[in-house]
């Protein structure tokens, strides 16, 4: 089974390692992205940016940061799949879904108690919602609506009134005084789906329901360990993904680090791509020149310079990672144990072939 | 690897040594003089100050928590953006990596992660895992758990709580056990505002007092060392010394440690109803021999609270410093983040600044009163030095006072108070007696067969200069920091309490947490080689 090209050509993964450190060491300013790897893989990926003055991005940065944002200027209430079964008699829910991972088990028959559930917005996914034994009630229908939907339940709650709106004022009076007699509700949204003034707007709502009840809330983030990997760059940096080494120590900057920017205008002359959870190929087209670690079948609109196959985390080899189940880092066994590598070992060889050691100057 | 440390000054109450002498070293212990002596290598320490390392008992440095603070903060680290010197936070070490080069820096080497939810178990080991230099603990976070509160709330009896005590230490690989605000987490989640130490948990039908007691009985018969570290009710408020005086009562002759203790210790008196109240508590605490406190000293700056206490991080979360905060309703007690700015102009944290220092001062004993800011709650780490100063110094106690508001020093007895340390009183309170009440008897002193971690001061009138960077620093024997400056980068381990526990209750887990979690238990486990370590513990005996 072939597992490192060169160009396309299938190569020994030796000659990959050494490929690929070539391209690092040349590199005046490289760029770590993708970083859909387990914790050992960003770990490793981060620790290698340091070294060779990297920057470090990840595939869902724009989403995370977005959220992230949120905290970073304002304030959020915040609860976990398992305290929200266990004591959510409402759910307040704005934007699209994709129904799975942990909000799926709030929402189905086996839940632990049945609940109303206001659906803000649903787009088309308020078809499928669930009701059996839960009460779903949709307001609204476009994503555009929800900014204004979303002010003026928070108007209303607060006790302020409020113009015109495309809702009909019955109804948010209704949702309103059904939000503020829930005993404890929570607020989910896809963090992919929302934008961040959007979310800041129903995060100062559920803080303006705490005056009187309680309320928390939930967001759905993406998968590829978006998580994990933003919490090992806070240990690790201080400082979330998009943060350059270049000046020998972490600098932060979400749009002078976006990977996106830097391919755009060319600041970057070598990219190193990760996707290990799929075989996801870089969404640019022309680009650096590119070493990808990523399951084999990635399907590249151009052949990266160096492409190594590594395993899936928790599937050919045993992995840390954020499990949307508990919303913490859980260790999980190999479901089936292979001989590819994993992005922590790719790394690590490419690492130890390189030709310096300290960080680069500029 | 035979190494002196040749004439220095060797302070060492746990041997009651204090005199000019030789420290011996041998593949990472300490040894007596030997017979034959031809040493590998020899550090020339006249004129200076040795001792053994300096033990932290209670520094938020790892986990879910601070590592959130982390990232709701990026003004708060140094590379956020280039700034002129003294960015706030800039010199706290806000990555795991500084963390462990700024403590190994001031001659720091162990230190205890105090609040730990156990289901972010995996979490802070990894943090700590990257976490340089120093060795590292501990403690799990219980009683706002759904689990001990239905044990309870069903009277089931003392063995299932011993039982299910030491199944979290070891599937959590703690040292101990800390209760934070005891029920009054779940509380909050049934929107209850104002939780004290007679309270009932709505639904579960428990008071705090009832949680706090089962807790540091299970604690005590397993024999874990560590007595139950104690979170009170009501930190911060006004009055709340009553809290505090009723909680140290509650002890009854069984070992006890109440947590930064600076914030329970404020009266209702002056006309604006906040005052020092920390001669009653020392006066309280000298009584009760069976209890130990730490301080939680106050430096002003900005900083960060980071708290398990989520109902009064809650309550606090409007006067955010500045305006930014997160609350979690976690599985258990959750967190809350504030960030906080502590002012000398401001009346009331110039009353706690003085708290502090009136308990550290008003405790008889230094081997009961823990030397900690709380970090980052009270103050970073880093603002130790200062504070070693301060104790050492009645001048320049007088010289801050000086500088801080009449009416608040008119609201403590602090003004008043001639002692000073002496520098084999800041020996017992950081070295000695730490070690004690972990039950580690290889650290904290320099005797025969004690791990290697030795810290060497230049002795000087500067305490503050003296103590911010030790001249040299061996950890396990190697020396690991010279003139302040780390020369090498070891990995330490997390240290973990070894239990003989019943496994009888596993079972009963596994259906737990299918049933409440819909998840196996082993999903929270904090396996070895998930640490990419070479063996990341070491295992602490319990007593016998």
Redesign the interface.
Known sequence: MERAWIAGEPVALDAAVAEAAKLVAASNQPLITGLGTD??GA?AAISLAQRIGAVIDHMHAESLLGD?DI??????????P??AD??ADTLLLAGPLSQSGPFQ?LVSGSARMARRIFWLCPENDGATAAAGRHSVRLVGRESRDLPVLLAALRARIAGRSIGKTAIAARTLEQVSRDLKAS??GVAIWSVAHVEALTIEMLCGLVDDL?AT??F?TLPLFPADNALGA??VC???????MRTGFGRG????DPWLFDSRRLIGCGETDCVIWISAYRAEAPPWREAAPTIALTAAEAGFQVPPRVHIAVGTPAVDH?A?HY?P??G?????AASQPSELISVADAISRIASVLPYDGARRC | MLTRLAGGRVIDPANGRDDVGDVWMRDGRIIDTPSEARPDATYDTTGKIVMAGAIDIHSHIAGWNVNTARLLLPEYHRAAMPRPAATPLSYAGWSTFETGCCYAAMGFTTVVEPAVSPHYALHAHLELADTPIIDKATLAVLGNDDYLLSLLHANESESAIEDYVAWILEMSRSIGIKVVNAGGAAAFKENVRAFSLDDVVPHYGVSSRQIVKALQRAVNTLGVPHPLHVHCNNLGLAGNVETALDTIAAAEGLPLHLAHLQFYGYGSEGERGFSSAAARLAEAVNAAAEVTIDVGQVMFGPTVTISADVLRQFNARHRARPKKWLILDGDANGAGIVPYDYRRSDFYNAVQWAVGLELFLLIDKPERVFFTTDHPNGAPFTSYPEIFALLMSRDLRARWIADLPNAAMAMTTLPSITREYTLTEIAAMTRAAPARLFGLTDRGHLGAGAVADVAVYADGADRAKMFRSAALVFKGGELVVRDGEITHRTWGRALTVALRRDRAIDRRMKEYYEERYGVPEELFKVPAHALGRPEPFEFVPCRT
């Open positions: 914790i050992a770990r992230l905290a970073r200027s304002s304030g959020l209430m915040l609860t976990t398992a305290e266990a004591h088990q005993r404890f705490n009840t309680r928390s933003l919490q806070g240990w690790m940096t201080g400082l979330p120590y972490p600098h932060h045993g840390v499990a189940s508990t913490t880092l859980v260790a999980v």
